[in-house]
């Protein structure tokens, strides 16, 4: 059930599709064996009820009559028991965050935003993660990668994209993103330095399925040098994967299709 709804949530994520995410996160001790379970609500109706049918009403009323700004907590009653869910939600608009404001970044936000992304910045230098130099973001996060990891609702982005300074940021950022529903999971490197890091995570437990979904080193082969060239490469990936397209020359298509 719970990786259907993930299942679910990548597909959505990939056609810009929205939802709210309903997750019980407490529950009397009769219904202990429900925490964690989740549900979706699409085009107004949801999925598949949470609990039963009678409680997803109650859900239901309360999505319905709250206006949703944020991650919020909501408790509800039902049959003299007191439960709490946690509400968030997957925008309709594709929302891209990239982690690490250098070089690469720049060129990269303007490209995910002239591509229909509306993109999170994220960086822990002043110098760096600033309006100025992205004015295409739709937000600048000046913050440690680890706090502001914790506070962004990770489950709305559809590309994420690793593109930090360093080894030990790279690891922390992948650690955090990994298992999150996003089609499209990337991460700057050589391929020396991106065995070393999926070495490590696999040694420290993390899902080897999941790993296997990480883009890296990231981007198309374009022969890229420049980090204008670099960024079209991933944008062109992100692309790619979105439209689930061959990555194939059209004039290629095109010599194979008068051959047929």
């Not at 404001?101 to 229909?116: C, K, Y």
């Not at 004015?135 to 994420?160: D, H, K, T």
């Not at 529903?181 to 999941?210: C, H």
């Amino acid at each position: 059930m719970k990786k259907d709804i993930f299942v679910r949530l990548q597909q959505l994520a990939g056609e810009a599709g929205a939802a709210d995410i309903i997750t019980l996160i407490s529950a009397p001790a009769q219904q202990a064996g429900s925490i964690g379970q989740m549900m979706l609500i699409t085009g107004g109706q949801y999925e598949e009820p949470l609990i039963d049918e009678e409680f997803t009403r109650l859900i239901m009323a309360e999505v319905n009559r709250a206006e949703w700004k944020r991650p919020m907590l909501i408790t509800i009653e039902y049959a003299g028991c007191q439960y709490r869910i946690f509400w968030d939600k997957l925008s309709r608009q594709k929302s891209a965050l990239v982690l690490g404001a250098g070089h690469i970044s720049q060129p990269l936000t303007q490209m995910l935003a002239m591509v229909g992304y509306a993109v999170t910045v994220v960086d822990d230098r002043p110098d760096f993660a600033c309006t100025a130099r992205f004015p295409q973001a739709e937000q600048v996060v000046c913050q440690n990668f680890s706090q502001a990891l914790e506070e962004l609702s990770l489950s709305r982005f559809g590309a994420i994209i690793i593109v930090t300074r360093g080894h030990r940021s790279d690891m922390e950022c992948l650690r955090a993103v990994i298992d999150q529903p996003a089609a499209y999971v990337g991460m700057i490197g050589s391929q020396g330095r991106v065995r070393v890091v999926i070495n490590t995570l696999i040694e420290e437990g993390f899902d080897k399925d999941a790993l296997a979904r990480l883009r890296a080193p990231i981007g198309l082969d374009i022969g890229a040098e420049t980090p204008a060239e670099i960024a079209l490469g991933i944008v062109s990936e992100i692309v790619a994967v979105n439209r689930n397209a061959s990555c194939q020359p059209m004039s290629e298509k095109r010599r194979g299709k008068n051959n047929g």
